[in-house]
């Protein structure tokens, strides 16, 4: 059983890359989604993609997901 991890510090728009947004940017300037409308980062991601490790007070509970 896999686990993920998200983080309310960050969220994902629906561009192909570049998709990790901070919260204090509400909008996508590119696909154009919103913040309110977006899920949540996964930690794992925000790690791999923007090189920052993500408050941990910020992240989600484990959740399992089936694979
Ligand atoms: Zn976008």
Not at 29 to 45: A, F, G, Q
Request: charged share 25%.
């Amino acid at each position: 059983m896999n686990t993920i991890i998200t983080t309310s510090e960050y969220w994902n728009c629906e561009c192909i890359k570049q998709y990790i947004h901070h919260k204090n940017d509400t909008q996508c300037k590119k696909c154009e989604m919103s913040r309110y409308e977006s899920p949540d980062s996964h930690v794992n991601e925000v790690i791999g993609e923007l090189g920052v490790i993500p408050d941990p007070r910020q992240t989600s509970a484990f959740f399992p997901v089936q694979e």
